[in-house]
């Protein structure tokens, strides 16, 4: 595929760039989960209306940044209210890790989600 031969080229700029044209948004947010780069990866999840997205990455975003996850999702349920089901949340919501909330953030991120639906 075009990935392979961008990549067999070692030009991951480009293969960025490409999954950006492309809307190929699950491998934006797989490559920036695997560098731990959560803010980047939380940027293009909030571009996204593909509510399996939400559910396939939601478990890693919100144990490692559950402030920007919880936002993502109220964000997303505000402007669009049926896309995502809380039930299918519910293991990103098991795998919330308080430790990794910001300072000045005490408030329970999966408790501040569900009050919001």
Request: aromatic share 8%.
């Amino acid at each position: 595929t075009t990935y392979q031969l961008i990549m067999n080229h070692g030009r991951m700029d480009v293969m960025l760039y490409y999954a950006e044209l492309n809307s190929d948004y699950d491998r934006l947010i797989s490559h920036h989960v695997q560098r731990r780069e959560w803010t980047k990866a939380l940027d293009v999840l909030a571009k996204t209306s593909d509510a399996e997205l939400f559910y396939r990455h939601s478990p890693i975003m919100m144990q490692h940044t559950p402030l920007g996850t919880t936002n993502a999702w109220i964000k997303t349920s505000k402007t669009n209210p049926t896309l995502l089901d809380p039930r299918k949340l519910i293991p990103a919501l098991v795998r919330y890790d308080s430790a990794n909330n910001p300072p000045g953030h005490q408030a329970n991120q999966a408790v501040r989600y569900l009050q919001h639906c």
